[in-house]
């Protein structure tokens, strides 16, 4: 009786030819981009989250936008509030007339399409990796498949014993691709659900921001009686 054959990834590595190993190659590929992304997206949120209540705490304490003025001009802006404050108080101008108001929303609107585009950088790339890594395992499957059944018909052994390995083996790079895939779907839709509730903290804080700019009301005493502070439910834009 002949000794029952190895399988493994290994052997089927062995086995396979070059477009076999492509396949495993992407994918790997595949895996390495989206955890760097989710690892790199995952830090980035962390550390802009710890800037942001670093910021509104001095924004909502401040007493005039003048204090806030000089404390972004003191420390670089390093988040999105910020952002959006420094461009907002550089172009406030006198804050009295249409033409003042009309700048001072052109260049919120222009800060807030800049965080979104920032935001939204490297999902699209997350969200390839999720659709298509199944597929590319498939694919992988399929020509395995296809190159194992060859080579046991040249062979002319048909027992189970000597389809079931190659055939099995080849169903690895269907797991490997749904491997690759679950974690960056997961990661795209929390990226998604998080990068929506801080625009949309933004596009609050921007309300409140226009609001104190273009009436002059001193930013604690706003703060205190709008009910628009960023711990609150946004308003629609």
Known sequence: MEPTQ????????????????AMLFI????????????????????????????????????????????????SRPDDSFSRLAAHAVAARGEGRNEADHELLIRAMR???????VRQESGLTALASVGSTAPFVGLFGTVWGVYHALVAIGLSGQGTLDKVAGPVGEALIMTALGLA?????????????????????????????LFAIITT?????????????????????A
Request: a positive charge; zero cysteines; charged letters at 20%.
């Open 6 to 21: 190895a399988v493994g990834l290994a052997h089927f590595l062995g086995q396979t030819d070059a477009l076999g190993k």
């Open 27 to 74: 994918l790997v590929f595949m895996s390495l981009l989206s955890w760097y992304l989710i690892v790199t997206k995952a830090l980035g949120a962390w550390l802009e989250r710890r800037r942001s209540a670093r910021f509104l705490e001095v924004f909502w304490n401040s007493p005039s936008v003048a204090i806030v003025q000089r404390h972004l001009e003191q």
């Open 110 to 116: 222009r800060v807030m399409d800049e965080e979104t």
């Open 180 to 208: 690759v895939a679950i974690p960056a779907v997961l990661a795209y839709n929390a990226f998604v659900r998080a990068n929506r509730l801080v625009l949309a903290r933004l596009d609050a804080f921007a309300h409140d």
């Open 216 to 236: 002059g009301a001193h930013v604690g005493e706003a703060g205190a009686a709008m009910p628009l502070k960023p711990a609150a439910a946004p308003r629609g």
